[in-house]
């Protein structure tokens, strides 16, 4: 069985997290901004355990655990929050909730 | 030394009644005037007893310091609460709680009805205290201490029906003309302190000789300065005849018997500092008292409120005193202090006990004839005119006497002439006020009816007669008298000898009797109006300008107040409204415009933010590349 090189998932990494930054930017419903979120998220993830593979330390895998437990967290609060803007506006289009401007 | 003994009771008494009455005044309601009276009366009687202990020593012993608790000790300095009894301090206590206890409870029935009556007291008793603390206080710090309290007993008390803008104003006149002269005697302390490195009286006069002429040339001026303010003489005594919108009681009290001669007993009691000038102080004195006490009568003679009359009438008596004190003769200058304050509270009292029955009427030329209507009143102020024109056998004929020939005996015969004018007109000016007010036909103001003074007042205005009649006495030749009682304090006074001892009186006599008649003449009778007429076109300028009290309070107007107020709308106005809050609001308003520019950068749009995030994120990371590659 051959070794796949690192660089392959580091690239990989690399471009799931571009993706993720373009979807984040570009697209407007909320739902769809934090599953892109999830995206970049998991794309370090990925970065994590590629290097802790290449040298051999356990502490990028058990990063990864903080990682995934926090973005659970996460995802309940900002779910609820979500949620609670669309019950209110009717909408999850984030364009829609701009009142924080000048 | 000896124990004072009962001095802390006489300042103490007064001032728990001041304390009861300012905090539980309210539930105590009608029995206030009771209290502050029976305060003052024990403070009296307790004099009475100190004065009678006094007595029975010998005269050298007559001298006692108590300290009651310490003030100040700042490393080696040390000052107490300490009082000294002797012969000047005693006779002061018994004038101010003598007369006072009498004006207290004219104030009974005076201020019956006041809906801040038992405010009044309070003060009253208050004022008491200070003065009291004023007299028996041994050290400069202490007489400075009761020396400011008096003085804002005083503006409290001015402004007591402060409802009254006039009231309010006059208050506030009295207490800032006062700081005048205040600052000034404090700055005489601080050279007195500095030259001889103590405050105690006692030690002061003792060594007054050693600071040399040019030191206390310097600290007696300033000294006196702060007596022309306290004791109302030029070039400070315009705020006396304003402080006249008080109550009538606290005119006769503070504004007549008490405060205002602070000034004279404060000379009096540093004389050695003043003589150790080598006269340059006295001469001022002297001068400023013969100059206050001619101007002031001028103004009383052409002044047509009774309250007013008064005031200058005290201005004057106390010029006066200043000159009694300028030649040397401060016995005579206390004797004419303890007589004053006879007969000018009576006729304080007096004119209020006027006020009140005719609803606060003060112009003289709204009443006539209420001898008819009041004779209590009328008879006691006839004894109180007299007195004061220096007729034989009434108290002030002696005092005033006294002064005079001390005024002669010195030498300083335009002194002598100054105060002889100044007896007539001082006659002059009392017959005018007691021929208007009390004699011709009946007459009184629309709407009031003139009966004669409450018990109460008659029996505060009755014993304040007898003493105007025979107050005199105290100062008999051949008897136990004030001035050889307060020689040990004071210093040997020179008396006339020879064919002066009846010349002197009898020129005094002639010229007070001179002036009751010329007031007789103007002012009863038939053809009074004519002669009256006459007089004014031949006066001239000078009645003109004694009615509008010579112009002086505009002069201070212009001089100081007006650009006193420009100086202070140039602070407010250009210095702080336009220099600090320029600053203050230009930086504002600088931040609110830019801030106006850069609020656009808050869009509201998560996207934008996004934006941002990740170029700052890329340009962190870039610079942080660059590093490592160039590293």
Known sequence: MTEVAPSYFLVLAALLFSIGVVGALTRRNAIVIFMFIELMLNAVNLVFVTFSRMWGNLDGQVLVFFVLVVAAAEAVVGLAIILLITRRRESANVDDAHLLRW | MREAGLAPFIVGLPLLGAVVLLVFGRRIGRASGLIASGAIGLAFVLGVITFARLLGLPAEEREATQRVFDFITVGDFSTGVSLLVDQLSVVMVLVVTGVGTLIHIYSI?????????????????????????????????????????????????????????????????????????????????????????????????????????????????????????????????????????????????????????????????????????????????????????????LMASAEYDIKRVLAYSTISQLGYMFLALGVGAYSAAIFHLVTHAFFKALMFLGAGAIMHVLGGEVDMRRMSGLRRAMPIVAYTFAAGVLAISGIIPFAGFFSKDAILASAWIEGNFLLWGIGTVTALLTAFYMARLYIRVFEGRLETPEGTHAHDAPALMAAALIPLGVLSVIGGVINLPGLVTLEHFLEPALGESEVPTGVLTFLLPGLALVAGAAGLFIGRRLYMGEGAEARRARLVAAGGPLVEAARNKFYVDRIYAATIVAPGRALASFCADVLDGRGIEGVVNGTATFIGRSSQSLRHLQTGYVRTYGVTFLFGVVLVFGFLLTRVVLA
């Open chain 2, 109 to 297: 029935s005076y201020m019956a009805g006041d809906p801040r009556y038992s405010r009044f007291f309070g003060y009253l008793n208050l004022f008491a205290a200070f003065m009291l603390l004023l007299v028996l206080g041994d050290n400069l710090l202490l007489l400075y201490v009761g020396w400011e309290g008096v003085g804002l007993c005083s503006y409290l008390l001015i402004g007591f029906w402060f409802e009254r803008p006039i009231a309010a104003t006059a208050a506030k006149k009295a207490f800032l003309v006062n700081r005048v002269g205040d600052f000034a005697f404090m700055i005489g302390i601080f050279v007195l302190f500095v030259s001889l490195g103590t405050l105690d009286l006692l030690a002061i006069n003792a060594n007054a000789a050693a600071m040399g002429a040019g030191l206390s040339t310097a600290a007696g001026l300033l000294l006196f300065l702060g007596a022309t303010g306290k004791s109302a003489q030029i070039p400070l005594y315009v705020w006396l005849p304003d402080a006249m919108e008080g109550p009538t009681p606290v005119s006769a009290l503070i504004h007549a018997a008490t405060m205002v001669t602070a000034g004279v007993y404060m000379v009096a009691r540093l004389s050695p500092v003043f003589e150790a000038s080598g006269g340059a102080a006295l001469t001022v004195v002297g001068y400023v008292g013969a100059l206050t006490a001619l101007w002031a009568a």
